[in-house]
């Protein structure tokens, strides 16, 4: 069947890449705010060696993810809960047995990767949202423009560009975030839920993808009449473990 292949593909590009978020960026992370965060790069290596190395870790993780996927049932129905719920838990079983980040884990990356050498928060601040826009998450409680008034205030006090390696400004500037958390009310033991919520959303929106993809699949083959109308399955009834 060819949603199989168009299943495997999508299937496989999510657990690797996936939107991500700002959700569990409201509670300002001061830790990552601070420059150098970020854990030493690993050691150089030649590039064939390299390119090896890489090539049977992806193999590695792509056979190992399959595996689950073979297994594991899914419903392909977005409006479902119960479905968006046992999708999202598919997926992070693979995430887990193939040792692959989760959405959190990876925007937390992303932020650490992109933002080490930036010197000042306002540009840290700016990158941030940069970061957002091009992942396509909107800042539904409008904490960027809080986030940006906060270092105003603060950078006002000082009389000067914060710098992040300032331990005295980078202090103020945490004491005004945990202000705006507590006016968003976001509270630090609310993280794990919030990533919750963030999983069952991108779950939904995966499924709605995955069934899109089922639908066109479907007429194609109804069009080249390997389906009689009677015969035609509903989306919701596939199997994806007998096309794996």
């Known amino acids: 069947m060819a949603f199989a292949a168009r299943f495997l593909s999508r299937s496989t590009r999510q657990v690797y890449a996936g939107q991500s978020v700002l959700r569990s960026e409201y509670a300002i992370p001061a830790r990552s705010f601070a420059k150098g965060a970020g854990g030493p790069p690993p050691a150089s290596l030649k590039g064939d060696e390299l390119l090896k190395g890489i090539f049977l870790e992806v193999k590695k993780k792509f056979e190992t993810a399959i595996g689950v996927l073979r297994k594991e049932k899914i419903t392909i129905d977005p409006e479902d809960p119960a479905a968006v719920a046992q999708y999202a838990n598919v997926m992070k079983t693979v995430r887990e047995k193939a040792d692959l980040l989760s959405e959190s884990q990876r925007i937390k990356y992303t932020i650490e990767t992109r933002t080490q050498d930036i010197p000042d928060a306002r540009s840290y601040l700016l990158a941030l949202k940069d970061i957002r826009i091009k992942r396509g998450i909107v800042d539904e409680l409008g904490a960027e423009a809080m986030m940006m008034d906060a270092l105003n205030r603060v950078e006002k006090e000082l009389k000067k560009p914060l710098l992040r390696n300032d331990k005295k400004g980078m202090g103020l500037l945490k004491a005004e ?37 089922a639908v066109e699949a479907m007429e194609t ?23 794996i």
């Open 177 to 213: 975030f945990d202000k705006v958390n507590q006016k968003l009310g976001i509270r630090k033991e609310d993280l794990p839920k919030l990533e919750e919520q963030l999983e069952l959303k991108i779950a939904k929106a995966q499924l709605e993808e995955l069934k899109k993809d």
């Open 221 to 243: 083959q109804k069009k080249r009449e390997e389906f009689k109308d009677e015969e035609m399955p509903t989306v919701k009834s596939l199997d994806i473990r007998n096309f």
